[in-house]
């Protein structure tokens, strides 16, 4: 047993929990907070969100272990606030709930949409919605309800500072679904490569976000990002075998700890330049392991303010064969974070013209990142 505090709702909890127990039986089972609700069970319905300072998490798929000093609000934890009251009528009004079982995971998700980003397009609402599943509505009558609500409201700062872990990116948004691919990056081979399909709709993939911070204006880093054989190389671990248009071959390899492996593969990329925006779909294959990956990866550069530059990027990858167990760890969120501020650093370094760090036999992940990483989780306990 492991002994876990946390708030929940604003009460502190502490407690002794399995290694294994999920944050949304421990917030069921042992404090009998039944409004987190139960559906896939594997973090796509959406049913079970809870907000973990600050941001919306799938507590099926959070150890409760892992919220050690966490704050945690349930939907009963909503039952007073002034948004979440306006959320509730605006969802009796157009009728956006039927059987109710969603209802939870959507009204704390729609508070989310709300306060951190204001009064947004109706797609826009759809696709930060895209996470929670509902059998019954057909979701018109949720999307009325939250645009009721969201219609002149500024995005909240603090809430939007807390969702990108304490840095402000104000008004910042994933990069829209459908942008038209620039010319030179139409696909020529009759290949997939739509800002759609990288968006990451992959069946049973994950996605992460991530926005990295680097000290350079959204021209110039938008002259790397949009040049691959200069950016390829500020990612550990990656190369370019071959670039033909936009198709391209080339290899990552990787080191999880005591799994090594080598992916060699295709992708297809494209780029807008006029939205500073590009995305890219591939798959691999590492004949050693005998695993197979398929990714999506879509990146967009906007002005951070003080003369810094935001690329917000969202990966979604699924892994098969021997890799498959980092499919949804917490830790490849970790392994990503730390990948992002050495991406950022080697492009700040391309950018300005210094070297970036050595890459020959660089690879991705690597044992100092991983043994950073268990040093960071376990210290936390
Ligand atoms: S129950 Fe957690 S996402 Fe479905
Ligand atoms: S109202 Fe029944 S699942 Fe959404």
Same mark, same amino acid.
């Given at each position: 047993?492991?002994? @876990?505090?946390?708030?929940?709702?604003?009460?502190?909890?502490?407690?002794?929990?399995?290694?294994?127990?999920?944050?949304?039986?421990?917030?069921?089972?042992?404090?009998?907070?039944?409004?987190?609700?139960?559906?896939?069970?594997? $973090?796509?319905?959406?049913?079970?969100?809870?907000?973990?300072?600050?941001?919306?998490?799938?507590?099926?798929?959070?150890?409760?272990?892992?919220?050690?000093?966490?704050?945690?609000?349930?939907?009963?934890?909503?039952?007073?606030?002034?948004?979440?009251?306006?959320?509730?009528?605006?969802?009796?009004?157009?009728?956006?709930?039927?059987?109710?079982?969603?209802?939870?995971?959507?009204?704390?998700?729609?508070?989310?949409?709300?306060?951190?980003?204001?009064?947004?397009?109706?797609?826009?609402?759809?696709?930060?919605?895209?996470?929670? &599943?509902?059998?019954?509505? /057909?979701? @018109? $009558?949720? @999307?009325?309800? @939250?645009?009721?609500?969201?219609?002149?409201?500024?995005?909240?700062?603090?809430?939007?500072?807390?969702?990108?872990?304490?840095?402000?990116?104000?008004?910042?948004?994933?990069?829209?679904?459908?942008?038209?691919?620039?010319?030179?990056?139409?696909?020529?081979?009759?290949?997939?490569?739509?800002?759609?399909?990288?968006?990451?709709?992959?069946?049973?993939?994950?996605?992460?976000?991530?926005?990295?911070?680097?000290?350079?204006?959204?021209?110039?880093?938008?002259?790397?990002?949009?040049?691959?054989?200069?950016?390829?190389?500020?990612?550990?671990?990656?190369? &370019?075998?071959?670039?033909?248009?936009?198709?391209?071959?080339?290899?990552?390899?990787?080191?999880?700890?005591?799994?090594?492996?080598?992916?060699?593969?295709?992708?297809?990329?494209?780029?807008?330049?006029?939205?500073?925006? /590009?995305?890219?779909?591939?798959?691999?294959?590492?004949?050693?392991?005998?695993?197979?990956?398929?990714?999506?990866?879509?990146?967009?550069?906007?002005?951070?303010?003080?003369?810094?530059?935001?690329?917000?990027?969202?990966?979604?990858?699924?892994?098969?064969?021997?890799?498959?167990?980092?499919?949804?760890?917490?830790?490849?969120?970790?392994?990503?974070?730390?990948?992002?501020?050495?991406?950022?650093?080697?492009?700040?370094?391309?950018?300005?013209?210094?070297?970036?760090?050595?890459?020959?036999?660089?690879?991705?992940?690597?044992?100092?990142?991983?043994?950073?990483?268990?040093?960071?989780?376990?210290?936390?306990?």
């Amino acid at each position: 047993m492991v002994r @876990v505090s946390m708030s929940v709702n604003g009460d502190a909890v502490i407690a002794e929990v399995e290694p294994r127990t999920q944050l949304a039986d421990f917030l069921r089972n042992d404090l009998q907070l039944t409004g987190t609700h139960l559906g896939c069970e594997q $973090g796509v319905c959406g049913a079970c969100t809870v907000m973990v300072n600050g941001k919306m998490q799938r507590s099926c798929i959070t150890f409760a272990s892992d919220c050690e000093s966490a704050h945690v609000t349930t939907i009963e934890g909503f039952d007073d606030d002034p948004t979440m009251i306006e959320l509730r009528d605006a969802f009796s009004e157009f009728h956006a709930l039927q059987c109710g079982f969603c209802t939870p995971g959507m009204l704390t998700t729609a508070r989310d949409i709300v306060l951190r980003l204001g009064d947004i397009p109706e797609s826009w609402i759809r696709e930060e919605l895209s996470g929670n &599943i509902c059998r019954c509505t /057909g979701y @018109v $009558g949720i @999307v009325e309800a @939250v645009k009721k609500v969201a219609a002149g409201k500024v995005p909240n700062a603090v809430a939007a500072s807390a969702a990108v872990a304490a840095k402000k990116f104000d008004g910042l948004r994933p990069a829209p679904v459908t942008p038209a691919p620039r010319e030179k990056a139409k696909p020529s081979s009759g290949q997939a490569s739509t800002p759609a399909t990288a968006a990451g709709q992959i069946d049973g993939g994950i996605s992460i976000e991530e926005r990295i911070r680097v000290g350079a204006t959204p021209e110039q880093v938008w002259n790397v990002l949009s040049d691959l054989r200069r950016v390829v190389p500020c990612v550990p671990g990656v190369e &370019i075998t071959t670039l033909e248009g936009e198709n391209l071959t080339g290899k990552v390899k990787m080191a999880l700890g005591p799994i090594k492996a080598s992916f060699s593969g295709q992708a297809t990329v494209g780029m807008d330049d006029a939205k500073r925006e /590009g995305w890219m779909t591939g798959k691999g294959r590492d004949s050693g392991l005998g695993s197979s990956a398929e990714g999506a990866a879509r990146w967009r550069v906007v002005n951070g303010g003080n003369n810094d530059s935001v690329v917000a990027v969202t990966l979604t990858w699924k892994l098969s064969g021997a890799l498959a167990q980092f499919n949804r760890a917490g830790l490849v969120q970790d392994i990503v974070r730390r990948l992002a501020a050495t991406f950022a650093a080697n492009l700040e370094a391309t950018i300005t013209g210094t070297a970036p760090p050595a890459q020959a036999g660089a690879v991705l992940g690597g044992f100092g990142l991983i043994w950073s990483i268990l040093k960071a989780r376990f210290s936390r306990r």
